[in-house]
């Protein structure tokens, strides 16, 4: 305004639309409108685009979406306004203290006589400024539990697809991708994105939901984890990863995320709200997979450890099954044991008839001497007829006492039968014994000319052995036979057969 007017002079008058009236004295009289638009002109047409720094107070968002603010600094204060289509397309979200430079075009608004700049960009002053903004957000997005640790998920040890939220056009997707060929080839979907800029915070963020959207059971592959990366740069290079829309995306995300975002040094806010915060591009590649060979070697220790374990245990088994077998008594014991409880009971069956004999002999003798009064007094006949019933009777349950005696000595008989090798001779075998009378069941410690004793179902035939051909090696037709173990300090266990 100050250079317009020292350009023009004091008595020009502004530039009209009309003809304005002319009074007699030469002053120029306006109308309200035609001096405000006259005013506009010429500050648009002096200033055009500016920048202005200075802090931001009286800030209105009313529900129109258009941003009304003034900025200040120690002396002056200038009024400012911002277009809903700006406000949305703004990296920097303006707020009450903030030092901002503002880029626009400076005009009028004639409804209040006063001039404004209509900003188009905006951008915090300094790093300072950046950073001041930035913890900020960090306290608040730290008080809603975005970054509690129990809100992390582990990542899979071997996941089989692998999402990359980067720029397609950048080295950091080319080195994430030959990381990943070098330690174990994965199939990697990329999401491209613009990382930095005014569009970059609402692309991330689109790009973290659309890969939790994808259906597991669809022609598209849904991630087992997603990588968001991005170079090194300035404080604001990286802000898109400081937004609050990318990082809630990130808090919010179906799958496990890896935050890669600059080099070492450079923190984000995406870093605190991801599972798992790598320093590099290429480090959270290494966090994704395993080497493949150290996989391998670690998957053949373990085999081979298995292997061992299982044949240890199946040592200790079998050791302990010997053990149990050397316990067991043989055949021959047990069927000593039982023909010997046969003959008992071929004794014991013989006492019981002859005391059972001479116990009805008795009860007989004692009935007759009770009888023989009786038969004195009812007369002979009576008595004798009686006493004919009492022998019968007595007689019968003699020869009834006799069969059941007879029968368990038969069965007896039977059992010692079927369990004695005189059964077994019957049928045309033979037991062969050495000079010691033991039992000989193998070709194996028999030389030739050595004394032999044959027992066959009707007697004893004495031999003398000639050559000794034992049977090869799986020329018998039937099953194989394990040799017995030996028990403790005994020889060979012999067999019926």
Known sequence: MAQAADRAGPNVPLPLDGEGARP???????????????????????FGRLRVRGEVTNLKRPSSGHWYFDIKDTDSIITAVCWRSTAIRL????????????????????????YQIVVDQAELAGAGALLKQLDARRKKLAAEGLFDRARKR?????????????????????????????????RVLLWPVSVQGADAAPDIAAAIHGFSRIDAAGAVPRPDVLIVARGGGSVEDLWAFNEEIVVRAIAASQIPVISAVGHETDTTLSDFAADVCAPTPTAAAELAVPVRAELIAATRSLSARLFGAATRALDRRRERLRGLARGLRGPRELLEVASQRVDHAGMRLGRAQTALLGDHGQRLAGAARTLRPRILRRGLDDGSRRLTQAGATLQREARRRLKERARELEALATLLDSVSHKSVLQRGYAVVRDAQQRPVTTAEGIAPGMPLDIELKDGHIDVVTGSVKPS???????????ATPKRNGSSDQGTLL
């Open 91 to 114: 990296r920097t979200n303006l707020e009450d203290g903030q030092e901002v430079i503002v880029t626009g075009r400076l005009t009028t608004y004639p409804g209040r006589s006063q």
């Open 472 to 482: 090869p090696q799986g020329s018998s037709s039937g099953p194989s036979r394990k």
């Open 24 to 46: 007699a004295s030469g002053i120029p009289e306006y109308t309200v409108a035609e001096l405000s638009m006259a005013l506009q002109r010429t500050v648009e047409g002096v």
């Open 154 to 186: 582990k990542l899979p040890s071997l996941p089989s697809v692998i999402g990359v939220v980067t720029s397609p056009t950048g080295a950091v997707f080319r080195d994430i991708l030959h990381r990943l060929r070098d330690r174990f080839p994965r």
